[in-house]
């Protein structure tokens, strides 16, 4: 492997990790980084435990794990342990991506690492975090998402409660909070000769993304009279979150006519005339000009059927092109096995061969 080059390279990272909560360095090897991921005599069965396989390694690991190299070390043997040290000496931070305190047991906890290295950032990243009643709870990526109420079972025809598929967020986000807690703590040590121990657990990670559904809960428990809707809905409450945009006209999905679906998003008024300039139809916005923010026309059932009508007219792709040349925000909706082939995706996200 050629030497590292970034804006990170001077970063050296020994990684002790199982599973997905490696990728706590995988952009930062991605940058420049260099990660030493430090495995059992067994290795780390993530090769093994995901699907899909390319050519015998799971898609998961060469994901995960891209950009680092690899030694292996038994910490339950002395020369394990002097070894491991040895890399800690020269290192800027230690990752430890598994149940917290499996270092610590081995003899290279925080405690013991930073006699030997004061600068050292240590960092933990696990399910349920250090405290809490579920600290020692086995956990596996969807439940981080489960707990945080991210995720709801789907009851099959047979009756069978079943996990629906869905988007996995604190699998990720935990190792992307974790990447910035790191980055902290190294500009921390170098201005200061200190490092520090910090630890990131995934299911905060899933709740944190979700902020604005759980704390709208919260709010919605003051009277009503603290806490209401906004000025283009006359101040009456919404459902909580993200739930309160069912019933919107202006800001919702509407079917094209290839069978694709589209968002608009023309909550602004600036964005509505311009949509309804741009389709022929300005008198609905003379009839319904709405708020100049924040305005979805929520319960406008007569409005929602004009514009599913409208939309009607016109292909996904066609409708994108039109949001580009009209300035009003429009996008086609994407599924996991149509988002390789958009362009936008393709533009952002070219694939490069392994």
């Not at 030493?36 to 093994?48: A, F, L, M, N």
């Not at 000496?89 to 290295?117: F, H, Q, S, T, W």
């Not at 929520?298 to 409708?319: D, P, Q, Y």
Request: charged share 25%.
């Amino acid at each position: 492997m050629a030497s590292p080059t970034g804006p990170l390279s001077s970063v050296r990272i020994v990684e002790c990790s199982m599973l997905g909560p490696a990728a706590i360095t995988t952009h930062l090897a991605d940058m420049g980084a260099e990660v030493i991921k430090v495995e059992t005599p067994s290795g780390d069965y993530i090769r093994q435990m995901t699907w899909p396989i390319v050519e015998g390694v799971s898609l998961m690991h060469l994901h995960v794990n891209r950009g680092k190299r690899s030694i292996v070390l038994d910490l339950r043997t002395p020369e394990g342990v002097d070894t491991f040290k040895a890399l800690v000496a020269d290192a800027d931070v230690v990752i430890e991506a598994m149940r917290p305190g499996g270092l610590e047991r081995r003899g290279v906890g925080y405690e013991a690492l930073k006699e030997i290295n004061p600068k050292i950032v240590f960092c933990t990243i696990s399910g349920y975090g250090m405290t809490g009643p579920y600290a020692e709870l086995p956990s596996h990526g969807v439940a981080y998402d489960v707990w945080a109420g991210l995720v709801k079972p789907e009851i099959t025809e047979d009756g069978f409660a079943a996990i629906p598929e869905h988007p996995s967020v604190g699998i990720h986000a935990g190792p992307m909070f974790g990447a910035l807690g790191v980055l902290a703590g190294v500009i921390q040590a170098r201005a200061t000769g200190q490092g520090c121990q910090l630890e990131i657990a995934q299911s905060d990670a899933a709740a944190a993304m979700d902020w604005y559904r759980s704390e709208s809960w919260k709010a919605y428990e003051r009277p009503e009279d603290e806490v209401t809707g906004n000025a283009s809905d006359d101040y009456v409450r919404r459902a909580p979150g993200t739930a309160g945009m069912r019933d919107g006209v202006r800001y919702q999905f509407y079917e094209a006519s290839d069978g694709g679906f589209v968002l608009l998003q023309a909550s602004e008024r600036e964005f509505w005339e311009n949509f309804c300039k741009g389709v022929g139809r300005p008198e609905l916005f003379e009839a319904n000009p709405g708020a100049k923010f924040a305005d979805h026309a929520v319960g406008n059932v007569a409005l929602r059927r004009e514009l599913k009508e409208i939309f009607l007219t016109r292909t996904a792709k066609e409708w994108v092109d039109l949001g580009l040349e009209i300035n009003v925000p429009i996008i086609n909706v994407n599924t996991p096995q149509t988002l390789a082939d958009d362009p936008q995706f393709q533009d952002r996200f070219p694939w490069i061969p392994v």
